[in-house]
């Protein structure tokens, strides 16, 4: 069964952009779609034919694999009591060939089929670092990698107080096989680190920037 997509929530200010998008007349027409590998994630091989851009005629018989591995979200925790920024670290195996293996990240979780997006961040915040959150503020959405895959990444800024530590212990799932360590940078060193492109995860990046952007205090300004 085909895994049920959400809308992505809008801000305002998105919603306007939307509105000035142009609305081109393109016609695309799917021939084909089967699935070429299905495990944890699939892989479907599509044939399709669409129109080009400017009235250029028609582009027939194109060929393309698209990854299916769901959506995801992510958050950068900040405990504004501490002013504190709250990170992880775990091996990634798609980062090993070209380093650092080792990688130290936004926390983020797959967000599981007809489940919320904040409901993935707040479930993910409790397996990997042992926070509760019911404060949390959406920053960006979008497609991770638009060319060949289908996966929307949510990202959002999650400020915490030092008493919403509550499994001081957390460290993922065991039945998952994970180990996360959670790895704390005050916010002046994060922003700094931010600022001299240290971080390899380019959701810590993204956030990181809106953080800079932020009121000192760290609350976020209103849209």
Known sequence: MATKKKA???RPAAK???AERPKAERKVDITSKKTVFKGRYKIDEYVFDFDRAAGKGRLTDVTR???ERGDSAAALIHDVERDVIVLTEQFRIATHDK???YIVEAMAGSVEEDEDPEDCIRREMMEE?????DKLTLVSNGYASPGSSSERIFLYYAPVKTEDLVDPKASGLAAEKEDVRRVEFKREDFLARVDAAFFDDAKVMTLGFWLMAQPKQGAPRKR
Do not use: C, N, W
Not at 129 to 133: A, D, L, Q
């Open 16 to 18: 306007r952009a939307e």
């Open 65 to 67: 694999l698209v990854f």
């Open 99 to 101: 380093g650092p293996g």
């Open 8 to 10: 992505a929530p809008k």
């Open 129 to 133: 670092v042992g926070y509760r959150t």
